[in-house]
T-cell receptor, first 111, second 112 residues
Framework: NAGVTQTPKFQVLKTGQSMTLQCAQD?????MYWYRQDPGMGLRLIYY???????DKGEVPNGYNVSRLNKREFSLRLESAAPSQTSVYFC??????????FGPGTRLTVL | QQQVKQSPQSLIVQKGGIPIINCAYE??????FPWYQQFPGKGPALLIA?????SEKKEGRFTISFNKSAKQFSLHIMDSQPGDSATYFC???????????FGTGTRLLVSP
């Protein structure tokens, strides 16, 4: 089992460019999450999907969109990147709330 | 009310010491309190968790102490080792919600 995989690992964008961060899990989990991690801010929830076909906003959804493509895949899209979106992005999945399994992260820099 | 406040922001201890990381919450509906450990360049991973029906839980060298009346919980690492150097996050959640609310993290350095 690969667990939770994320692509790409690193990305540099210019202000205004768009990109999609990909996430996939092979644990047959119903719930998937996108977080951003910034120094001193901890992990902040951007969007989550409690089950296939549903998505909900988290704490910091502005500037992002998500798609739950199927049970395995949950993508995060930045339509017009801004320097404030420079961060490390983590995808996670869970079957029950007790344990979330995190991917290795995507380090994004917006110039 | 959805916040979990974590302290300290960073901590340095010598090998064998007992670092203590504290978290506090306001929402009494929280009923599950996990701790996640994150090594540099990796995603966080569940370390240990507690529910409010017990005051303490131990797993190896890691102990969670829980004070329901004070709405506080803490992580203790006994006989700390350099390999314990990582960032630690406390979190909380409530029944019926899949979301976790994370603290801001504590960067722990255990010196040899």
């Amino acid at each position: 089992n690969a667990g939770v995989t994320q692509t790409p690992k690193f990305q540099v964008l210019k202000t205004g460019q768009s990109m999609t961060l990909q996430c996939a899990q092979d644990m047959n989990h119903n719930s998937m999450y996108w977080y951003r991690q910034d120094p001193g801010m901890g992990l902040r929830l951007i969007y989550y999907s409690a089950s296939e076909g549903t998505t909900d906003k988290g704490e910091v959804p502005n500037g992002y969109n998500v798609s739950r493509l199927n049970k395995r895949e949950f993508s995060l899209r930045l339509e017009s990147a801004a320097p404030s979106q420079t961060s490390v992005y983590f995808c996670a999945s869970s079957e029950v709330r007790d344990t979330q399994y995190f991917g290795p992260g995507t380090r994004l820099t917006v110039l | 009310q959805q916040q979990v406040k974590q302290s300290p922001q960073s901590l340095i201890v010598q090998k064998g010491g007992i670092p203590i990381i504290n978290c506090a919450y306001e929402n009494t509906a929280f009923d599950y309190f996990p701790w996640y450990q994150q090594f540099p360049g990796k995603g966080p991973a569940l370390l240990i968790a507690i529910r409010p029906d017990v005051s303490e839980k131990k797993e190896g060298r890691f102990t969670i102490s829980f004070n329901k009346s004070a709405k506080q919980f803490s992580l203790h690492i006994m006989d700390s080792q350099p390999g314990d150097s990582a960032t630690y996050f406390c979190a909380a959640s409530m029944a019926g919600f899949q979301k976790l609310v994370f603290g801001t993290g504590t960067r722990l350095l255990v010196s040899p």
